[in-house]
């Protein structure tokens, strides 16, 4: 299951927070459809509401899932602001989930980080569990987790910039929550970069013929 909230604050646009990752994945799947795929494993695609008041759309959701319908999904990955100007790349650090979600998330967030080094030969760095975006219902909930960000409020560091470039002691996001989040706050290449990874990863994942012996069993 792969998922990006569709919701902004009144304070703006909201083209970075989350314009790019809905958008991204609805690249995708139109992508896929394009080409013909048959996944092997059905994926779920899911836009969410109401991120923003509190993950209410994704709680509701997971929420509300049937014993039958929780152990239809697998996984859950998550893309939430993937174009900020002045980003860091981050996949989401497994070793900081849930415990009973720990293994098999380290199968998506190494998925994800061997495609970012090693075929777009681009760096990373990690982001620890937290409450903040529409990955975190899943994981409460005992469902494995992925998720991919650029950088919201926080301060970007001289070590950062000197890997990454932009602006040090600057905001990922200047914009971040404000009305000036429209279409020129995108970082078009690292958004690119990231949309290339998901895609990757998300046909990698519908293809696999024994997912769950993929991810470790479950």
């Known amino acids: 299951m792969i998922g990006a909230h569709l919701d902004s604050v009144a304070a703006g646009p909201g083209i970075n927070d989350n314009g790019s990752g809905s958008a991204t994945i609805l690249e995708i799947l139109l992508s896929m459809y394009r080409s013909g795929v048959t996944p092997h494993n059905k994926v779920r695609f899911a836009w969410w509401g109401a991120e923003e008041l509190g993950l209410l759309g994704s709680y509701h959701y997971v929420n509300n899932l049937t014993p039958e319908e929780y152990d239809q999904i697998a996984l859950y990955i998550n893309f939430d602001m993937l174009g900020s100007p002045n980003y860091v790349p981050r996949i989401y650090n497994s070793s900081s989930a849930p415990l009973d979600v720990q293994n098999k998330s380290r199968v998506i967030e190494n998925l994800l980080g061997g495609f970012y ?12 569990y937290t409450a903040g975006s529409d990955h ?4 409460t909930k005992g469902i494995p987790v992925g998720s991919m960000a650029t950088g919201a409020g926080g301060i970007k560091t001289i070590q950062q910039r000197t890997t990454y470039g932009g602006f040090a002691n600057a905001q990922y996001d200047t914009c971040y929550h404000q009305a000036c989040d429209t279409i020129d706050n995108i970082n078009r290449e690292v958004l690119g970069d990231i949309a290339k990874t998901a895609a990757f990863a998300i046909q990698k994942l519908a293809m696999q ?7 470790g069993g479950r």
């Open 117 to 128: 080094n090693n075929t777009l030969h681009k760096s990373y760095q990690t982001y620890q």
């Open 136 to 139: 975190y219902p899943f994981a």
């Open 209 to 215: 013929p024994n997912l769950p012996s993929y991810l």
